[in-house]
Structures are given as C-alpha cells and as structure tokens.
C-alpha cells in the first residue's frame, strides 16, 4: 500500500475530505443561523450547500483536501523532499521545502473552505507548479517502472494545476 510519511493515501485524501466538508457544512448551518437571527450577513450563506452550488463547493473541498494533505505530509517529514530540493540546486532547500508545504496547506485549508478561493487557488498553483518540476522529472528517469511512476504522479500534478485554473476563472457568488 502506497504510503507518504503518517499519511495512508487515498484513505487519508477521502477521510481528511468528509471531514473538511462536515465541518464546513456544520459552519454555514450555523453562520446561516446567526444570520437569521441577526439579519447580518456573516459569510457564505448556507444556499451554497443547496442545488448546482453544492458541487462547487464539494470541488473545493475535495481540490483543497490533497493539498493539506500532501503539505501535511512534507510537513512531518520533510527530509525526503528536502534531499530533492537540494538536487534540484534551489538555494536554502529546507527552507523552500517548508514554506512550499505551508503554503500548501495554508492555501490548500482556504480553498476547501471557500475562504478567498481565487487567491487560494493562485498561491496553490504557484507552489504546485516547482513541486511538479522537482518532485516528478520523470524525464530523468532510467527505469521503466519509475519514468511510467513519475509520469503518473507528473500528470496528477498537471490535472490539479487544471482545476485550479478552473477555480481561478470563477465568478464571484
């Protein structure tokens, strides 16, 4: 089974996701409640839980899970992609190792909440885009087996850049 630092792959992707989409319903329910009471608008309402908007923000959610949980991972331990970094002759690799995975995270925990979601989505992007460089040069790769590994992990990487252009090119609720 495929396993990067305390984290269990695709169970841990799908888990952090239910999670962060409770817990981000249980806040609008109640955000949608103050508003009632208050008539002050304190946030997303709760309507973007409701109908086509529903999946817009379970997209979020879902985009924004991988990244906590890929930074969350580098986070506690960094080593491995430190040594990457270091290969790849960026300057003051633990460092850039560690303000990457912040940012992912950081970024990732904004987007999956609906928090700034375009300005989320830009600053994912930006980190994703030198992760995907040094983390996967399949292209470097002898090996059959790991150039077809690294390609896989390459495209994943160019699919979740996709869908953040998505997220960047939405309109305002």
Request: proline share 4%.
């Amino acid at each position: 089974m495929y396993r990067y630092g305390n984290f269990d792959g695709a169970r841990d992707i799908i888990n952090s996701s239910k999670v962060l989409f409770r817990t981000w319903r249980n806040i609008a329910m109640l955000v949608g409640e103050m508003e009632e009471e208050t008539g002050i608008s304190l946030a997303r309402p709760y309507y973007l839980l409701k109908g086509k908007k529903m999946f817009k923000t379970l997209g979020h959610a879902l985009l924004g899970s991988m990244f906590i949980v890929g930074g969350a991972g580098v986070l506690a331990e960094p080593d491995g992609r430190v040594a990457k970094v270091e290969a790849a002759g960026i300057p003051q690799p633990r460092q850039a190792t560690i303000l990457n995975a912040t940012v992912m995270v950081l970024a990732g925990s904004a987007l999956a909440m609906g928090i700034m979601p375009r300005l989320s989505a830009a600053m994912l992007a930006a980190a994703l885009i030198p992760t995907t460089m040094v983390g996967h040069p399949f292209w470097k790769e002898e090996a059959t087996a790991n150039r077809a590994t690294q390609r896989t992990h390459f495209m994943k990487n160019i699919a979740m850049l996709g869908g953040l252009l998505l997220v960047l090119t939405e309109k305002d609720d």
